[in-house]
């Protein structure tokens, strides 16, 4: 198992909000991606200009549909970049990462650059795969490189970790959580063994279903 990532300790990242544009419809839940920027940009010392984020984001058009990311420097800079939006998958087969979160770290609470333990598991990712699931000190099921995830028991019940677990507060797991169909519940790879379906979600694709791809499953390791 590799050392458990701790936050920088320099100011040397930015925050990120990353969002789907739609023509004709522009981008889902902006109100939350604002709310998450500002929170983290408060948390974490950033300026912030509300008014400058919304003109960015509602600046945006397009007659394809987009992949956007905007950033925001610690003196309150912006950066917006475009490109066309990936072809959403039907299914995505993932991993469990060797590397390991720890659910103390502040940090993790927030979308920034400071990506590198990510960087790495999707750099390990064996031909095939789309995703690694990582887990935090405990053994707990925290998030993948890129998405939330989010079970569905065999009783029906559809779950997700808590921020306690070391997870990011995702866009779309917020919308989910607060429309009262998904809870919050800590997770074990028992838990998705078991589940009766899996699904990995994020503001950009929405949800996938998913499968912990057997052949590659790297669960032994934590034996």
Known sequence: ?????CPPTA??????????YCPGQGIAHTALHIQRLQGSAAALGFDFDRHAVLQQMQGLTSDVRLRCRLTLGRAGDLELTTAPMPAKLALMRFVIATTRLHSGDALRRHKTTHREVFDR????LPTGIDEAVLLNERDEVCEGTITNIVITTA????????LTSGCLPGIYRQSRLNMGGLREAVLTLGDLQQAHSIYLV????????????PQCSQFAQFA
């Open 202 to 213: 994020n503001a950009l694709r929405g949800a996938t279903r998913a499968i912990w791809a």
């Open 155 to 162: 009783d029906g019940e559809q779950l997700t970790p808590p």
């Open 121 to 124: 598991a999707r750099a390990a």
């Open 11 to 20: 100011a040397d990242f930015r925050l990120i909000e990353t969002f789907g």
């Open 1 to 5: 198992m590799e050392n458990q990532i």
